[in-house]
């Protein structure tokens, strides 16, 4: 049988309290018994066992009171729960009066537990939901070169070889789109063991630029190297390098007829910084904002020339903020985008003195 919690914890807290005024009376009988007259002590017993009966009425009174005001705002929790349970993407919160005491403070706990799962919900529906746009382009274009060469066109040499390699093109581009959606849940799925990894950077920006270098023999690619010697930053070697590359293939993507590109680090005593610019076509202000949502791209015709698939800037400011850094953007219409880096440096521990060493150059 199911038993109230208020009626449980009434009684108990009754309970309680009587016990206490027992204990007490039984002390003041003892006391007056010794000093007092019989009379007296009837009289004494009389309005003891009354009073303890008014106490007793006043204990239950107050204590189902207070039980039923924690009840009331655990029912307010259990009323949003619920109605989450029947709409998952509801926006219910649970709403209380602001007080100083742990039920608020779980409460707003809750509520903030609750805004991140909605976000998450959200950001995964809005995924699937522009994977399926995005993949439904090239689907359409293969079905129309496919059912184009089933009716009539393989049997022109021509149209067949064009339709050959428009599908070869459409293949490429699902199969860069399929890899970046792999990267990026594996952004979100980050072992553990990679947030400890230490990354000497020196060595792997000097690597980088060497790379982009080479591969882009018509671009003037300046490097300011301002790091010092042994730095490191607490990040896994391979992801900061997926970072660059994004950023620097951006930067080479999108330059328009000044081919010059600026590469630029340096550390201080607490930061890496990095800065990646480039002279190209520029992000007008109101795109700014959204350059790193998943699948946005600010000219999406001239992104899909260019092989974008808006999930690189995606993936490198969620790469950067798992391991606490910043990726800003600042960028002017025609006059090229410059991107900020910034990561904690790996602080060194100070050598400790050799004190034998000291100790003999003493004596």
């Known amino acids: 049988m199911r038993i109230s919690i208020r009626f449980k914890w009434t009684v108990l807290i009754s309970i309680v309290i009587l016990l206490a005024y027992i204990f007490v009376g039984v002390l003041a009988m003892r006391t007056v018994g010794n000093v007092a007259s019989v009379n007296e002590i009837n009289t004494f017993t009389t309005k003891l066992v009354i009073g303890g009966i008014v106490v007793f009425i006043i204990g239950v009174l107050v204590s189902f009171y207070a039980v039923t005001l924690v009840l009331n705002d655990l029912k ?3 009323r949003t729960i619920d109605d989450l349970n029947k709409k998952p993407d509801s926006d219910s919160r649970i709403k209380l009066r602001k007080r100083n005491d742990e039920i ?26 522009d994977v399926s746009h995005e993949l439904r382009t090239p689907v359409a274009v293969l079905e129309g070169h496919l059912s184009m ?26 199969q860069s789109l399929i890899q970046e959606m792999l990267d990026l849940t594996r952004v979100e799925q980050i072992d553990s063991a990679y947030l400890e990894q230490t990354t000497e950077v020196k060595p792997l920006f000097t690597q980088v630029y060497n790379d982009f270098k080479m591969l882009h023999p018509d671009f003037v690619i300046n490097f300011d190297d301002d790091i010092r010697e042994g730095s490191k930053v607490k990040i896994y070697r391979n992801h900061l390098e997926q970072v660059l590359v994004i950023l620097l293939d951006n930067a080479f993507k999108y330059s328009a007829d000044r081919k010059e590109i600026n590469l630029a680090a340096s550390t201080n005593s607490a930061l890496l910084e990095v800065v990646v610019q480039d002279y190209g076509l520029g992000i007008a202000k109101n795109d700014l904002k959204r350059i ?11 992104s899909r020339k260019r092989g974008g698939n808006g999930l690189g800037l995606s993936i490198a400011k969620r790469l950067i903020e798992i391991y606490h850094g910043s990726l800003e953007v600042e960028s002017v219409v025609g006059s090229g985008t ?7 440096l790996v602080q060194e521990e100070p050598e400790e003195e050799d004190t034998t060493e000291n100790t003999e150059k003493e004596k």
């Open 149 to 174: 060469l089933q009716r009539w066109g393989k049997d022109d040499p021509e149209v067949l070889n064009d339709s050959i390699n428009s599908s070869l093109q459409e293949l490429k581009r699902m």
């Open 76 to 78: 307010k929790i259990n």
């Open 104 to 129: 608020y403070d779980m409460t707003v706990n809750i509520n903030k537990m609750l805004d991140r799962m909605q976000a998450y919900t959200n950001q995964q529906k809005e995924f699937v939901e």
């Open 292 to 302: 790193f949502n998943r699948f946005y791209r600010v000219d999406k015709a001239r």
């Open 338 to 344: 410059v991107f900020k880096i910034e990561l904690p």
